[in-house]
């Protein structure tokens, strides 16, 4: 990395991420966390905490907000590069010049060692790892990198600038969009969890004939289990991001922007609203709906739907204000139990005078 500040200041200020940029326009080598900058350094700063050590660095450059670009006042040879949100500004400068290179793998473009249907249709510039297996009719976009010992199964369909990482499966007629992430271990579209029983109690397999549709922007976290539909599709809608250890039944649908953390899981035919966030742990039964900007915390287990948005905790679920009055009453029951038989015993004496 060798830039002018001044490269970096017009590039997001025309994106709108920032607003401002004062001080010499110094040479930019790499971008440090606080704790090791020095000179070349850019680094970001949104918290009080961290002033004195960004000043003890004496770093090329700063990124933080406003409120506290007059406490740099002590280094003029720094630039000060002010954003409203200094956290966005480092997730898209460090994804700009900070990033991973994933198409610098060392290996041939389309390694050896893949197998590729003749069916296939791969965009000419498409990077394919040691071991890859494409099936028959499958489609890949432009600038997508699909990783060592992925299998992509037939009649899959996976956007531009799509990074599949080692030993994931897509399985047959499911789609990506433009610039999804699928890490490690990720299975898309194997068969839900349906069967019938019959009158001896055995299980017989419902065919699971839908497919899994993962919209534009999505990025599915290591170790994720994404069930195709019965009949039609489990959809994960733009801009959701998922953690790892994920599960997503069949015919789900979440909406745009959701957050869903680790070790959640949502039961078959679920409908999540927009920028829904479900912290870790969450559970949802399923034919449940859940409003637009719903907040899942505390182990929140959802057995009802909620039709109201707000912040929810616990199982079942209630007004998370509402769920720490209860938290606190609970921890409080041991006394309150003593107290009660207390009072019972001086009734009881009371009665007998």
């Known amino acids: ?33 606080v704790e090791r900058s020095g000179a070349g350094s850019l680094i970001f700063v949104d918290n009080a905490d961290f002033i004195d050590r960004a000043i003890n660095g004496k770093p090329a450059a700063i990124v933080t907000n406003s409120e506290l670009a007059a406490a740099f006042i002590t ?26 290179d994933h198409h610098d793998t060392g290996w041939p473009t389309i390694h050896p060692s893949a197998t590729i249907h003749d069916t296939a249709g791969l965009a000419a510039d498409v990077i394919i790892g040691p071991g890859v297996v494409i099936s028959r009719n499958v489609t890949i976009g432009r600038n997508s990198i699909i ?28 789609e990506l969009g433009n610039r999804v992430i699928l890490k490690s271990g990720c299975v898309i579209g194997m068969e839900g969890f349906g069967f019938a029983q019959d009158q001896h109690g055995r ?22 289990n994404i069930d195709r539909a019965a009949y039609d599709e489990t959809r994960i809608r733009s801009g959701c991001k998922f953690d790892a250890l994920v599960h997503i039944a069949h015919n789900v649908d979440i909406g745009e922007d959701g957050l869903v953390l680790a070790h959640s899981t949502v ?53 998370v204000k509402d769920y720490f009055r209860n938290i606190a009453i609970a ?23």
């Open 1 to 33: 990395m060798n830039i002018k500040a001044s490269q970096i200041f017009d590039r997001f200020h025309a994106r709108g991420i920032l607003d401002k940029i004062t001080g010499p326009d110094v040479d930019i080598s790499r971008i440090d966390p």
């Open 75 to 100: 280094l003029p040879s720094s630039t000060i590069l002010i954003s409203n949100n200094v956290r966005l500004a480092q997730a898209l400068i460090r994804q700009a010049y900070d990033d991973h």
């Open 147 to 174: 990783k060592a010992n992925t299998v992509v199964e037939q009649d899959v369909v996976i956007g531009d600038d799509c990074i599949l990482h080692p030993n994931v499966v897509v399985a047959q007629g499911c």
């Open 203 to 224: 299980s017989h397999r419902i065919p699971q004939t839908g497919k899994v549709v993962i919209e534009d922007d999505v990025l599915i976290g290591t170790n994720c």
């Open 267 to 319: 039961a078959g035919s679920t409908t999540i609203g927009r920028g829904v966030i479900m912290s870790g742990q969450t559970g949802v039964l399923d034919h449940i709906n859940i409003a637009d900007n719903t907040i899942l915390v505390q182990r929140a287990g959802v057995i009802n739907d909620i039709d109201t948005p707000g912040t929810y905790a616990g199982l079942p679920t209630q007004p």
């Open 331 to 353: 921890h409080k029951l041991v006394e309150l139990r003593k107290q009660m038989r207390q009072l019972e015993k001086q009734i009881t004496e009371l009665n007998k005078k």
